[in-house]
């Protein structure tokens, strides 16, 4: 029986969104588990639906007897109204059940701007927001929201003792990037998971499971849990400022928190979980094809990218492995494309070898092979003429940045030379458009630097024109569409001691650039996009911020704020509000550089990566030093410790 009633599904925009029953989801008897776990994408189905983490997760839990995962997004705009108004609970799409009577709700954190969609997804639920509301209702406790807010996590601990396993409200439990610094959600969440779901969840669901049957407490779990690698309790730590309002430090208030959490990271990627079955929706999806992870992690070394330092090291995938999981997608779905998925696709040992079998394999059935995240350089090039006959899309460049000074600046590692020998080979091979992402904001950057941008899009177009012969063209018109995201420092990079731009400096340099396009020779070839300051400038605040900023998004959240992501939901002065009316200086977060030793709300993760190493890159950054990638020399970024990935390539091709 479906949650929603016909009358209402006619009357939202993409009923398929909330009916389930799609081609591979799976379903299960609830009276032969003990694990009901909800995993929650906090976003529209078509963006969820698309994300490959949740997609591994999905499958590997599934695969356990004892344990049934339902996946669960944010209602859209239309049904959330709906929903509040007939006072219908929030649901899982496989049994159409209320997700409070979940075991588990998990919930994927992928992006800064989702957090108020995550509080959306409680509400509706019938969960209270805030970890400390829920640890009261145990007790019966008459407790508001904003009170709650306040109480010190001992006390919250311990009126957990008396709510036991599978009763009230499941653990709701948050993973992903974003949890690499948890403290600005950490009052909404029991737990969060700091690292790769491949490896600890299966301890996490025993552990719950045995204690479950035991009729163990919530606090009980939570304490047990805190032991298992990269599991995070912020009700175990209390944060301690300075005088001056920086971070001083985390103070443990349970016994059985650690001093740090270790992420956990999967070292054999080659018997890792891997969906071959990913579910088919019923509607268009953002990325409505199969997706090939052919390794995690990169060894670049971009000082901007924090996956690029939370992934390391580099961890590939055999060739074999690709192969088997290819053909199995094909066969469980009928997708007519293939995407490789990595940070650094070129950076695949054995891309060319991978690629040729992939075009070779596929042709004949007009399934289209997709590059993302190319880099342009020798490899690539040879690629390309071996996908050549392959069906002819767009293809995708990340230059960063418009001047050579600052690509040496954010360490990219590719030159002006690099991209119009890469552009060239492109459109020899039949592709007429291209699509560049830069940032805009970057440390250190000048007005010359960002009207690099329009030079070196107006030079692609003008290659195209070099390259391609008249009569070759067609027809066709060459089509550069560049991107400007505007710069945010993030935790665990070496930018994350930098300040950003204010939202006026954005807008100014993004108008700059575009007025550029406009006058450029080609310009009838170019087009210019950028994003909405307003929502960068929250997304630095929500990215290096402490717990302090939770209480700006819970009086955004009441005040109507959701889909920030969207521009068209995205309400820039209910937010202003919400910063006055916390007392809450947003460009205590943004603006401000950060001391060489000041101490951050996410020192207490250790993602393998040293702070010190950090620092020298960013102190190299400041000087335009390159530092070399993982396979030309190691840099001794500490990645080391984990004893396996690219650290060890080279010892195990001598031994």
């Known amino acids: 029986m479906l949650a929603l009633s016909d009358e209402i599904l006619l009357s939202v925009e993409h009923p398929e969104r909330y009916i389930g029953g799609e ?3 799976i379903k299960k008897n609830k009276d032969d588990i003990d694990i009901r ?8 189905y078509e963006i969820g639906m698309s994300h490959l983490g949740i997609q591994i997760l999905y499958e590997m839990f599934n695969e356990r007897p004892d344990t049934w995962c339902e996946r669960v997004y944010s209602p859209w705009l239309d049904l959330d109204k709906i929903m509040r108004e007939k006072d219908i609970p929030l649901f899982a799409l496989e049994s159409q059940e209320s997700v409070r009577d979940f075991d588990f709700l998990g919930i994927t954190l992928q992006y800064e701007m989702c957090y108020t969609n995550v509080l959306q997804v409680l509400e509706l639920s019938g969960i209270p927001l805030l970890a400390s509301e829920r640890m009261a209702s145990c007790d019966n406790a008459d407790i508001s929201a904003d009170e709650a807010i306040e109480h010190d996590n001992q006390n919250a601990s311990v009126r957990l003792e008396s709510c036991r396993l599978g009763e009230e409200y499941p653990i709701v439990i948050g993973g992903g990037p974003c949890a690499y610094n948890p403290e600005p959600i950490a009052p909404f969440f029991d737990m969060f998971y700091i690292g790769e779901g491949e490896t600890e969840y299966d301890s996490l669901l025993d552990l719950y499971a045995d204690m479950k049957k035991q009729g163990a407490t919530r606090l009980e779990f939570l304490e047990q849990a805190a032991h298992i690698r990269g599991m995070y309790v912020p009700s175990f730590y209390e944060p301690v400022y300075n005088t001056d309002g920086t971070f001083k430090e985390s103070r443990m208030i349970n016994e059985n928190a650690p001093a740090k959490v270790t992420k956990a990271i999967c070292l054999d990627m080659d018997n890792a979980p891997y969906p071959v079955k990913r579910v088919i929706p019923f509607i268009k999806v953002t990325q409505d094809r199969s997706v090939l992870e052919i390794q995690r992690g990169c060894i670049r070394g971009c000082r901007f990218c924090q996956a690029g330092m939370i992934y390391r090291p580099v961890r590939e995938k055999s060739l074999d492995t690709l192969k088997r999981h290819a053909e199995a997608m094909i066969e469980a779905t009928g997708d007519d494309e293939i995407s490789l998925s990595s940070l650094s696709t070129s950076d695949y040992t054995k891309i060319a070898e991978l690629v040729k079998w992939l075009v070779e394999t596929y042709k004949e059935k007009f399934i289209n092979i997709s590059l993302p995240s190319l880099r342009i350089d020798h490899v690539f090039l ?8 392959s069906k002819k899309g767009s293809l995708t460049f990340a230059p960063e940045a418009g001047s050579q000074r600052m690509r040496d600046v954010i360490n990219k590692g590719i030159t002006e030379d690099d991209i119009m020998q890469g552009s060239a080979i492109c459109f020899k091979a039949g592709y007429s458009k ?11 950057e000048t007005d010359e630097d960002a009207l690099a941008i329009a030079s070196l899009a107006n030079d692609v177009a003008m290659n195209y024109f070099d390259t391609v012969p008249k009569e070759e063209r067609k027809g066709m018109r060459v089509q550069v569409t560049s991107s400007a995201s505007f710069f945010v420092p993030k935790p665990f990079t070496p930018f994350q001691w930098s300040a950003m731009d204010e939202p006026s400096e954005f807008v100014r340099k993004a108008h700059l650039v575009n007025e550029a396009m406009e006058q450029a020779i080609n310009h009838k ?3 210019f996009q950028y994003h909405e300051s307003g929502i960068s400038q929250l997304e630095g605040v929500f990215a290096r911020g402490d717990r302090r900023v939770a209480d700006v998004l819970l009086a955004a959240y009441k005040k109507g704020c959701i889909y920030d992501a969207w521009t068209e939901s995205f309400d820039q002065e209910k937010w202003k509000e919400a910063f006055t009316e916390t007392g809450i200086d947003a460009a205590f977060y943004t603006t401000r550089e950060r001391a060489l030793d000041e101490t951050f709300p996410w020192d207490f993760i250790d993602i393998g990566v040293t702070k010190d190493f950090l620092r020298s890159e960013y102190l190299d950054a400041r000087e335009g030093r390159v530092t070399p990638n993982c396979r030309e020399k190691c840099s001794g970024c500490g990645a080391a410790k984990f004893g396996g990935g690219v650290c060890f390539e080279k010892k195990k091709s001598s031994a």
Do not use: H, T
């Open 23 to 25: 081609i591979n989801s």
């Open 37 to 44: 776990f909800a995993m929650c994408f906090p976003d529209v």
């Open 382 to 389: 040879d690629m390309m003429e071996k996908i050549q006959d």
């Open 434 to 444: 291209v699509k560049l992402y830069f940032m805009l904001g970057l440390p250190g």
């Open 525 to 527: 070839s170019l087009k």
